[in-house]
């Protein structure tokens, strides 16, 4: 029988290879994967008409939103400034691909994980902040994953 009990998970934490060590997730989003699909032609019908069914095409993912709860680590940022320096030096991709995952725990104990596989930043903002509030700060890291594999 499938295992058809509803998870909820208390806390979420990201990780990125040797970059980016569980960083506490406040949010994630647009995790996904989609398959665009073609339209070729099958073969011929009655009259000489054309038949066209569509097919599959390849996969690829979607890129990949996650908030970070405020954190004294800098390894998000410094990940996402090796890999897309400012200026006029150009973007280094060359040993900057990661393997992440995304683990989220209930009581404790991991009951849901995604392998994020090939991955990089190519997007980092930092939440609004006001003096005297007492907003959490984040900072939001935009990934491009090869692959996304769920594991648990």
Do not use: H
């Not at 680590?73 to 992440?100: C, H, I, R, T």
């Not at 596989?117 to 190519?122: A, I, S, T």
């Amino acid at each position: 029988m499938p295992d058809t009990k509803l998870i909820t998970c208390s806390d979420f934490y990201f990780s990125a290879g040797s970059k980016v060590k569980d960083l506490p997730v406040q949010e994630f989003s647009n995790m996904g994967m989609e398959a665009a699909t073609t339209d070729q032609v099958a073969g011929t019908g009655k009259d000489g008409v054309k038949v066209r069914q569509s097919k599959p095409g390849p996969v690829k993912s979607t890129n990949i939103t996650i908030v970070l709860s405020g954190t004294a680590s800098k390894s998000a940022y410094e990940w996402f400034s090796k890999v897309n320096p400012f200026g006029k030096e150009a973007p280094k991709y060359d040993n900057q691909l990661e393997d992440g995952k995304i683990t989220g725990y209930f009581d404790g104990k991991p009951v849901m994980e995604w392998q994020i596989k090939q991955c990089f930043p190519c997007k980092y903002t930092v939440s609004s902040m006001k003096a005297g509030g007492a907003e959490i700060v984040t900072e939001t890291l935009e990934l491009v994953a090869q692959e996304i594999k769920r594991e648990k």
